[in-house]
């Protein structure tokens, strides 16, 4: 990336912005000493602006950011004098969004340890083989996780809220010194069908990841941001590092309730909210408030945007919506912008500066302009390969997504590779048929998925969940298919359902709605 680009991006966001010389130089020790990690990404806010808030959380906590940086210390300490944590071993945190969680990330990266991210939404059985194949050397979790971590293995040490706030109070004094190697961030993939593997995300070098999301999203140094993304997942991390990058003020929820989450970023004035997609739909079901949010941005990721979502939302709280299609291992690859989804709901934006994209056939070479083939992406924060597998190799990375980008240079998502269907010998693609059907004003959210079909090989099915006091029928839904779409593309099933089953990441669960075909 080049530098006048940077230099720009970085003064436009406030980040060159001068400052006390003591603090500045100390800011920039911090990161010449511990780099680019999150625990680096700490020491350099709390060197620069250590009585700034750095969390609120919704039980009345408030850190500064030299409080959070001393808290992370101290439980690196103790994870080292008591359980003998060292550079390389694993540290796993199961827990939802507070300080505690964020104190264990980064003091296991402190200690050159890798933190493990685990989803809460796992079964005791897939937490087990986790704990397992991760070859997790501590396992930090909220009590409400207690009765899931029962069956672990003996040797692994496990730390409920309690015991860790211990650790932190009775820490032994000491300096902490840069360890020999990076405490790598290891995110758990989903996990929607069988084990979820781990996915090695590699530490920034530089100002280039960021620079590449705050030149898109406009987000500023000591901005007031909600995340209410699971920091367990790729994006609410992501959230946090760009905050921690920004001396921003982190608002955090430990669980997502709309009308707190309204309240909350009201209160503090927040200007930034950091989201999953079925959180934004669960906001335009709420009044908007009188004195609405001061927000600039609304930064959404994780899954597809519903086609009618942006307008309504935007309607509601005004042209501040930014969503980012990207992956646990890609990163990013392209951010749309509100004026993008203003012009086309469904679009997926463009790629960020410094990011590579392309559509490919299945031998590899680009297609024309407007063909559906593989999206391939490249950009400074693919990740590092799975820690079960080897490493990951090559400049671009086949998202296994399919997609194509119009004549504007905007990319629309059309599926994962594997959900297309062949009915009848055409191809068909579910997602086409989500986005139409949510956009019909009775439809509160749908999902569509391919199932066998004794004389077509496979015929979609269609789950709805309609809106509090709506009515429609299944005949009613495939002659609107039928009027906008081929007739292939008409679900032979409609289902009507209460609610979509989801998991922690508000990604649809196929295999529960499998159930209903056998």
Request: net charge neutral.
């Amino acid at each position: 990336m080049d530098l006048p680009f940077i230099v720009t991006t970085l003064t436009r966001r406030g980040l060159l912005a001068p400052g006390r010389p003591i603090r500045v130089a100390s800011q920039l020790s911090a990161l010449r000493r511990w780099g680019w990690s999150i625990a680096g990404e700490l020491r350099q806010a709390a060197a620069r602006d250590p009585g700034r808030a750095a969390i609120i959380d919704d039980q009345g906590t408030e850190l500064t950011y030299a409080e959070l940086l001393d808290r992370s210390m101290r439980l690196a300490r103790a994870l080292r004098a008591a359980l003998g944590v060292q550079a390389g071993d694993r540290v796993a945190v199961l827990g939802r969004n507070h300080p505690g969680l964020i104190e264990t990330i980064v003091a296991a990266t402190l200690l050159g340890a890798d933190a493990v991210l685990v989803n809460t939404g796992l079964s005791p059985a897939q937490l087990a083989t986790v704990a397992q194949e991760q070859r997790l050397r501590v396992l930090v979790h909220d009590d409400e996780f207690t009765e899931q971590t029962i069956g672990l293995p003996a040797d692994l040490h496990r730390l409920g809220e309690q015991a860790r706030n211990e650790l932190i109070d009775n820490a032994l004094p000491g300096e902490l010194h840069p360890p020999g190697r990076d405490g790598r961030i290891i995110v758990l993939t989903s996990g929607t069908t069988g084990t979820p593997k781990g996915a090695r995300r590699p530490t920034p070098n530089g100002f280039g990841p960021l620079v590449s999301i705050i030149d898109r999203i406009p987000l500023h140094v000591r901005d007031r941001v909600l995340i209410a993304a699971p920091i367990f997942h790729t994006w609410g991390f992501a959230a946090l590092q760009v905050c921690f990058a920004l001396r921003a003020t982190i608002v955090l929820h430990r669980r997502f309730d709309p009308s707190a989450t309204l309240e909350a970023l009201t209160r503090h004035r927040c200007q930034a909210l950091f989201a999953v997609p079925v959180m934004l739909q669960r906001l335009t079901e709420e009044p908007v408030p009188e004195h609405r949010p001061p927000l600039k941005v609304v930064a959404v990721s994780g899954s597809a945007l519903p086609g009618g979502l942006p307008a309504t939302f935007m309607d509601a709280y005004g042209d501040v919506l930014y969503n980012l299609y990207g992956s646990t291992e890609t990163s990013w690859a392209s951010i749309a912008t509100p004026a993008d989804l203003r012009r086309a709901p469904t679009t997926a934006g463009r790629p960020p500066h410094g990011t590579r994209l392309e559509i490919v056939d299945d031998d590899g070479r680009p297609v024309p302009g407007g063909r559906v083939g593989r999206i391939m992406v490249g950009n400074e924060m693919l990740f590092e390969g799975y820690t079960s597998g080897p490493d990951r190799h090559g400049d671009l990375l086949d998202t296994g997504d399919l997609g194509r980008i119009n004549p504007d240079g905007l990319l629309f998502v059309d599926g994962r590779a594997d959900d297309m269907i062949v009915s009848g010998g055409e191809n068909v693609f579910p997602a086409e048929v989500e986005q139409l059907l949510t956009q019909l004003p009775q439809v509160r959210e749908a999902a569509v998925i391919g199932v066998p079909d004794p004389d077509y090989g496979q015929r979609l099915a269609a789950f709805i969940a309609l809106c509090p006091g709506e009515t429609l029928d299944a005949e009613a839904v495939r002659e609107y298919v039928r009027h906008y779409l081929a007739r292939f593309s008409v679900p032979r099933y409609v289902v009507f359902v209460k609610y979509l089953p989801r998991n922690a990441t508000g990604k649809v669960l196929a295999r529960e709605l499998r159930r209903y075909y056998g």
